[in-house]
């Protein structure tokens, strides 16, 4: 799997809009790029997942470049309850979905 | 759907002692595993299984051992446990998007 690396932390304000980068220089042409959400004492959950361009659902947005060496997430007017850990993971969807491999993330703090 | 249910959600061990964490999905999810996650740190998987009979290891598979005999449940036993097992264990499921249980918090003395 693809080694990713996020920075560790990042602090932004309520209301604002947060873009997380991640950076996979040695992504295969088969793999996907997700993120999942970790709240304190609870287990990781899936936000969003994309192969290329432009992913959106109805909590954020995925931007991939076409190189797709790097990806964005993006949180649009985060609040307090986003404060969170983001983890950037890079993988097949269907060989690699379940044995996925997490690095420490980036720490989100939102600030009122 | 309960998803995915781990028990307990609690334990204190003393080194040497076992004990099996209890896991379970009720989605019909082919895919299961293992993490634990040591303090300010990211997870990291212990075992997995693609179904039924069928385990295989992950990235810090020893001290730990599992099986899995029906679709359903996935328990990791710890054979002996040691101080430095202490950590919070999740389990998950599914077939693509993973689904987290809430965790076995386990502390050995």
């Known amino acids: 799997l693809a080694k990713t690396t996020q920075p560790i932390s990042m602090d932004s304000y309520e209301g604002q809009e947060v873009n997380i980068t991640c950076s996979h220089n040695n992504i295969a042409t088969n793999d996907y790029i997700t993120w999942y959400q970790q709240f304190p004492s609870q287990g990781p959950r899936f936000i969003i997942q994309g192969y290329k361009t432009k992913v959106t659902n109805e909590v954020a947005s995925l931007f991939i470049p076409a190189d797709r060496k790097s990806s964005t997430l993006s949180l649009p007017r985060v609040s307090l309850s986003d404060t969170a850990v983001y983890y950037c993971l890079v993988g097949e969807v269907l060989d690699s979905s379940y044995k996925l491999i997490f690095g420490s993330g980036t720490r989100l703090l939102v600030r009122p | ?109």
């Open chain 2, 1 to 109: 759907n309960a998803g995915v249910t781990q028990t307990p959600k609690f334990q204190v061990l003393k080194t040497g002692q076992s004990m099996t964490l209890q896991c379970a999905q009720d989605m019909n999810h082919e895919y299961m595993s293992w993490y634990r996650q040591d303090p300010g740190m990211g997870l990291r998987l212990i075992h997995y299984s693609v179904g039924a009979g069928i385990t295989d290891q992950g990235e810090v598979p020893n001290g730990y051992n599992v099986s899995r005999s029906t679709t359903e449940d996935f328990p990791l036993r710890l054979l002996s446990a040691a101080p430095s097992q202490t950590s919070v264990y999740f389990c998950a499921s599914g077939d693509g998007e993973q689904f987290f249980g809430p965790g076995t918090r386990l502390t050995v003395l």
